[in-house]
């Protein structure tokens, strides 16, 4: 296997271009904190190290844009917005991460739910095709409708169709104060109830999280951000809506904007009104779930796919999915990782135009994509 | 239709599928569609079809297919692009039919609708348990959400609360080869590309929703609009700068200029401050004690820029009132001038006294006269540029100008459009935009839905790419235009 360590775009794109001619199969790598992710691509000749691309290129503050390389580290485009008192309110959920690997597996925390996931803040992007042709699209204003917006569709790509290279982001202030409302759950049950008043309140929650062990009892934590008295107040109010066993705290939760530990890392997807049969059966099947409520997207921990088949009938049944987001091969190779996919025909197709001898992580995706 | 045997078949198989009167082929009525909202193209369709269903739309489209005819989806007709212009070849698929709210799930905040809906009666229907439909384009009360799906429309509040694509979860969507695909859900994250997001804006090109399951947003406890005079766009603007600093991002933050203010009060008589150079109407929602402590910021605010008014509605009535003048400013600046182009363009907000600075300029010069009517809190310009077209060169120079303001929004690393889409109107204006790679690998995307070209062809792009071709490797001739199969594009 080769690496190559590109500083440019332009450099990215040489590299492409050579891997092209020579017909090498290519796999796009931050710092690897992802790189398990999906299925293990089929071959990989060529691993084009990104972490050169490291440097956050331009923070308009007047703008609240901010725009920077694909290599660079998620922490390190918060200091430098951090400054300005901005963020950009794409969590950092896999320590280490960078811009571009967040993208290309569509992390997301808690606060996506009000501030929705990287589609809703990416404004423009510019990627090297598969042949090495650069390619952008979008641009530095937040509203902007001209041509299609490739963007969507390389967030969430695993890498299958073209490289990030660049990533022009809307941030958002950073919040006066931040208040967390905790109390603990003893079950699917209630943490469904909670979760419900608090979805359908009007003290505009940012998060409401889950967090359920296999066994015992969990927490339910609702986020609340802004200027303080405006804090304050909508604590109380969710304070009151959680019952007497509710804490107001400044203090960030343990375990917050943390995916579950375990060897086999799932993520369920459901519609809201879903929450409780999703929990139940994961407590059913002895795994440990954590994730939005308040947005219908939990993280299960397992130590094997075994319950994999009673989620996805659940999630199913609630217009959701379950896809195994990270395992050990051997795990991979026995189950269906991604599970049933609509429109793969379409996705096909997409694949086959943008990297048409399929030598961007071939395999990694849906359908062998 | 003579010389039209594709058009003649798609007419039969049409009038197999749908009820007589949904199948239109008398000249006359089919010129009552010539148009959408941009008036000034005109094409008279060969066929329009009015299914009542997605399966009768996806058998018209399957038709088509078959017969290489190509069609164009239309919703109510209101966009401002021409992105609905029919095809003189082709069929006008016209979804005015397909106006079933499926469902409305509050639990799951969450409600189903077919793409003839109007985009209001998405908020009325959800009002009663709470909930709204957050994208509202001034033209809420007519135009459809297949449309706003189609264009990723905006509206004054998409400040805070984004565009359709961030309230469009999940659609059925018929390819243009007829096939009856599900693209999202109701829960987030469907595995696979999100090929929805690529949809949602592609202006009719990749295909035709048929439902859209959109999210449904929490009504506000407490909403205030306030309305601001101000005696100079430059002192409105820097207020915008001010309350964006403070880190308050209020739901809508829109600004007219003198002769936008003139021309509303003209029409609709909305009572604005007297011999105010610019207002703002700005609008803060939220929770009650959050929004009473920004609306005292954003009044300090305002008054530390030169304020001289500040008017405060905290009833609907009253609200409605101030939002009516910016609403119908557009063709409220029909009672200043007898004619006026729509320009939509965006720009980073803090360019915002330099490009207004140069706007005065280019109408200076010229003598064409511009009303400024914008989204100032996402620096999303609507000039309104004003001509006469029974008097001799106007027009010309009205469109010169307009032009010229487009190329301004480029030149400060904006947009050609921020939310009426590029359609037939600015293709031609894409490539000052994006160079020839970025639209050719958009158009990689267009050969994956819609190879044949088929679905609203002659929209967004100014070129279309011929499908056959391996990316980045061109030899020769395309095969279909050696073969005579294909004219040269």
Redesign the interface.
Known sequence: MEEAHPTSTAEVAEVLGDA?SRGLTVVARGRGTKQGWGMPPTSADLVVDLSGLARVLDH??????VDTQAGALLSDVQDVVGTE?QRLVLEETVPGTTVGGALAT?T?GPQRMFF??A??LLIGVT?V?A???????G???????????????V???YGT?AVITEAVFRL?????VERWVVTPVDGPGRAHELA?AV??????PWAVEVDLPASGPGTLGVLLG?????????AE?VRRLLGDAAEVTDTTPPGWAAYPAGPVLL?L?????GLRDVLTAAREAGVHVRGSAG???VHAAADDAGALDALRAV?AR????V?VVDAPDDVKQAVDV??P????D??R??????D?EHRLAPGR???GI | MPGMPGVDAVTQRARELIPPEGVITDVARLRTYECDGLSHYRVVPALVVIPEDAAQLAGVVGACAEHGVPFVARGSGTGLSGGALPHAEGVLVVTSKMRTITAV??????AVVEPGVINLDVTRAATPH?YYYAPDPSSQQICSIGGNVA??S?GAH?LKY??T??HVLGAEFV?PQGDV???G??????????????V???EGTLGIVTSATVRLV????EVRTILVGFASTDQAGAAV?AI??A???PAAIEMMDALAIEAAEAAVHCNYPDGAGAVLVIELD?????????YDEVERLCNDNGAFEQRLATDPADRALIWKGRKSAFAAVGRISPDYIVQDG?????ALPEVLKAIAELSGTSGVRVANVF?AG???LHPLVLFDESKDGEAEAAEEVSGAILDLCIEH??????????GMD?ARY?PR??DE??????Q??????DPDGISNPGK?FPTPRL?GE????HKGAHPLQEAGLAEVF
């Open positions: 092209t308009q503050a007047g703008d609240l844009i008192r569509n997301s929705g996931t589609r809703d990627v095709r042949d090495g042709v650069v390619a952008k699209a641009g530095r204003v937040v509203k902007n409708v001209a041509g299609y917006d490739l963007g969507k569709l967030i969430g790509s169709l958002h202030p950073l919040p006066d419900q979805v359908h309140s009007q003290a505009v802004g200027k303080a008295e405006g804090v304050a107040d909508r109010t993520k997807t459901f519609a809201l009104s947005a219908g997207v999630c609630h217009g959701g999915s896809v991604w599970g996919v609509p429109a793969l379409l996705m197709r997409v694949k086959d135009q943008f048409p995706f849906v359908g | 799930r509050p639990d799951d905040q969450r709470g264009e990723n905006g998409c984004g565009f694509t961030n390819s695909v599900q693209l859900g109701i829960a987030p994250d469907t595995p696979g590309y999100d090929l929805l997001g690529a949602v804006g592609s929490r009504l506000p406890e700068s964006i600093a880190g308050i991002v939220g929770a009650a004690v959050e929004v009473a402590a920004e965006v720009i980073p907000r803090t989204h996402d620096g999303n690393g904006g947009s050609i459009t921020g939310e009426h889409g590029v600015k894409m935009m994006y790679a970025d639209l050719d690998t958009m990689l995307v267009r050969c994956a839905f967004v499908c391996v990316p980045g490797r």
